[in-house]
């Protein structure tokens, strides 16, 4: 006898709902969706069929109507940031009648950096000094080359952006100011230049080998005020001139107030270009009037290096200085070179 095999079982074709469940995309219970349930979720106009119970709409919670409230009352307030405060409206800023009000907002703006502001002029301004000089000088410390003084008036209408302390611009930054500065109208500025035999004239101290110790300290710091005071001095003299009917106010960078200037309204500024705007003008004047004279001798005296350290006293100055000798524009008033003169 032949084994009869039985044949297995022909799986039913799926069914109409089943087919429907996977295109709807639900995979959970495929089989129990029912056609009519289906349909009504894509006909939201159709009524429900009567097996299905309608629900509810959930109720808002108390902390969800305050937060549409607040929506509602403050949504003419601005924007909201990504933390979810409030951004105050920007409202745009009152032209103010006196120009140097408008310079103190601009000074106020710039992030995170303090730059010279024009309050001390404002000041006198109102006080009725329409003039004001800002005085400063270059120079003072370095083993050769020359003290330069520069006094500098900036008027009240006039605004020049980017004018900080000498020290902290790039040299591209500072010829561009220097530039912008003395071409600008209504600006005026004076320039006093006192070369290295001059500085010696002044300060070279006759004294005896007694009173050496006395010397070192007391022309140590004389010797460099002297100049400069002459130099500050001349600048201003040559600016505002004599006879005039209205005085200007002067604005010296520094604590001392020169000999000659001392019978006019004048004030000493400490770290005054780092403080006040026209003081930081002369300062740029100043620098820039040096380091071009200090270019020029580089190339008279190049053993030196005076376009590197512009005269003062590095380790490569020096020891070219003891390798060489001094130069013309060297400072023989000034130690290493100060033995020097005093054996003469």
């Not at 996977?22 to 029912?34: E, F, L, M, Q």
């Not at 349909?39 to 808002?60: F, G, I, Q, S, Y």
Request: with cysteine.
């Amino acid at each position: 006898m032949v084994a009869q095999r039985s044949k297995a079982p022909v799986p039913a074709a799926p069914s109409k709902r089943l087919s429907i469940a996977k295109k709807s995309g639900n995979v959970k219970n495929k089989a129990s969706v029912p056609t009519s349930a289906v349909k009504t979720r894509r006909n939201k106009n159709a009524d429900p069929p009567a097996h299905c119970v309608e629900l509810e709409p959930r109720k808002a919670s108390s902390r969800g109507k305050k937060a549409v409230e607040n929506k509602a009352d403050n949504s003419d307030q601005g924007p909201t940031s990504k933390r979810g405060c409030k951004k105050a409206k920007k409202h745009p800023e009152e032209k103010s009648s006196h120009p140097g009000e408008n310079h103190r907002k601009n000074v106020k703006s710039t992030a995170l950096k303090r730059v010279p502001s024009r309050d001390l002029e404002i000041e006198l301004w109102k006080t009725g000094f329409h003039r004001v000089i800002g005085v400063d000088e270059a120079g003072r410390g370095p083993l050769a080359g020359p003290v330069v003084a520069a006094a500098c008036i900036i008027p009240e209408d006039v605004d020049i952006q980017g004018i900080d302390d000498s020290k902290k611009l790039t040299a591209e930054k500072r010829e561009q100011l220097y530039s912008q500065i003395t071409s600008t109208p209504g600006v005026r500025f004076s320039i006093c230049v006192v070369d290295a035999p001059r500085i010696d004239e002044i300060n070279i101290l006759q004294v005896s080998t007694t009173a050496f110790l006395f010397s070192f300290f007391a022309s140590a710091i004389g010797r460099r005020f002297q100049a400069t005071m002459e130099a500050m001095e001349t600048c201003v003299e040559e600016l505002t001139g004599n006879g005039r009917d209205h005085p200007p106010y002067i604005l010296i960078d520094g604590n001392r107030i020169p000999g000659g200037l001392s019978g006019k309204h004048a004030r000493s500024v400490v770290k005054g270009d780092a403080e006040s705007h026209v003081i930081a003008a002369a300062s740029i004047l100043a620098k820039v009037t040096r380091d071009r004279l200090m270019e020029d001798y580089d190339k008279r005296w190049p053993l030196y290096g005076f376009k590197d350290h512009k005269g003062y006293g590095t380790a490569s100055h020096t020891a070219a200085l003891l390798k060489h000798g001094p130069c013309d524009i060297h400072r023989r008033s000034f130690a290493p070179l100060r033995n020097q003169i005093l054996d003469m």
